[in-house]
């Protein structure tokens, strides 16, 4: 199969699709949106495309301006800070730099976009394979990275858009054994940003996290708290067979979930952005946007901060991947949904099945999806 350049939403990528999905990916940042998943006649698109995309914006990161859909960081962060003499890009080169385009296949049932990138500020290179499998409504993400030595945070950055109403979202995740409130200075009213968060505080339940100015916070449903930005980090049990995250949209008929292996990506961050970045390109029209981001990473701070130690590491938590040249280390991710009744509300367990996954949602209500949750462990 072939795959021409196409222009989609202001960039140019190409379009790969089978009976389920129909997908984009962009040539320069591997930005992975928009894309479709088919329910009978209905096509659901649930990833955030920024309303800045047509718009020139000079001296803004190239990751910054093309922002939609899901892409692999590597390093994963903001990377401001040097690490021995590596200066990488916001989320790196991954998020910002051009793809190779290498084959568009269709085997059987399956069909898989194959991309690569050689790094630059880390020696090293990055294979990037996209797969369909018919029947289910699914994206199957893997990367694997050769050829690189030393501490490396890496993470998936899907960003979902949902409905302007508030509470719409019931979010929920696999088990966690420690939830952290972003412990550096986030958004400051100074530099036009604001959060509610208290910096740095811990907690046990989303629906229970320290305010800045008393009280607690319900993170469990979203759209909340218009005019902030909020950044929580939960670190994933890695005693399960898989880790999972999930966004149930009851009045919107879908419930959009994320699996992964909690031993290679450690921990889901949260990113809750609504409106309270009033600098650009943001300008306060960032909305009902929901990151919903597995990583290995100490935040969203970058490479230095993740590789040195920090008060995840401390408790024993991973931050960084130890890669070595020799050993290619993969790092693969499920992106996927599933239809559910107006009476599903947060997902509360999902469990592997014959030939897909149950979701049991805290109303008791079930939903079956075809799926294949193996693949995340190779």
């Not at 409504?137 to 109403?165: I, K």
């Amino acid at each position: 199969m072939s795959a021409k350049l196409e222009r989609r939403a202001g960039q140019q990528g190409w379009s790969f699709a089978n009976d389920r999905v129909q997908a984009f990916l962009t040539r320069t940042g591997g930005h992975l949106a928009p894309v479709g998943f088919k329910f009978g006649r209905r096509t659901v698109q649930p990833f955030a495309i920024a309303p800045w995309t047509d718009e020139k914006l000079p001296g803004t990161p190239t990751m910054l301006r093309i922002l939609r859909g899901d892409f692999f960081c590597c390093p994963f962060g903001g990377n401001a800070a040097p690490f021995r003499g590596e200066r990488h890009p916001p989320h790196g080169e991954t998020a910002n730099h051009a793809w190779t385009f290498r084959a568009l296949e269709r085997e059987g049932d399956t069909v898989r976009l194959h991309a690569s990138m050689q790094l630059r500020a880390r020696r090293g290179r990055v294979d990037k394979r996209l797969i369909l499998r018919d029947g289910h409504a699914a994206v199957y993400c893997e990367h694997v990275l050769s050829g690189f030595r030393g501490p490396m945070p890496v993470g998936t950055h899907p960003m979902l858009a949902l409905p302007d109403a508030p509470g719409a979202g019931y979010i929920s995740t696999s088990r966690f054994t420690r939830g952290q409130v972003v412990p550096t200075a986030w958004e400051q009213p100074a530099a036009k940003g604001y959060s509610v968060l208290k910096t740095g505080a811990t907690f046990t339940s989303l629906k229970r996290v320290p305010a800045r100015d008393g009280g607690t916070v319900d993170l469990s449903r979203f759209p909340a708290r218009r005019g902030y930005e909020e950044l929580v980090e939960l670190v994933s049990d890695a005693t399960l067979p898989f880790a999972w995250s999930a966004v149930a949209l009851p009045a919107a008929g879908y419930v959009f979930f994320a699996l992964k292996d909690p031993r290679v990506l450690r921990a889901t961050v949260l990113w809750f952005s609504n409106g309270g970045r009033h600098y650009p390109p943001w300008n306060g029209r960032h909305v009902n946007v929901l990151g919903v981001e597995e990583v290995t990473a100490f935040f969203h701070l970058g490479l230095a901060e993740s590789a040195q130690p920090n008060a995840l590491s401390r408790t024993g938590t991973p931050t960084a991947l130890r890669l070595r040249p020799d050993q290619p280390q993969r790092v693969a991710h499920i992106l996927t949904l599933a239809a559910i009744p107006r009476d599903f509300d947060a997902v509360k367990t999902i469990v592997a099945c014959r030939g897909g996954v149950t979701l049991t949602a805290r109303s008791g209500r079930r939903v079956f999806a075809p799926l294949d949750p193996d693949f995340v462990a190779g």
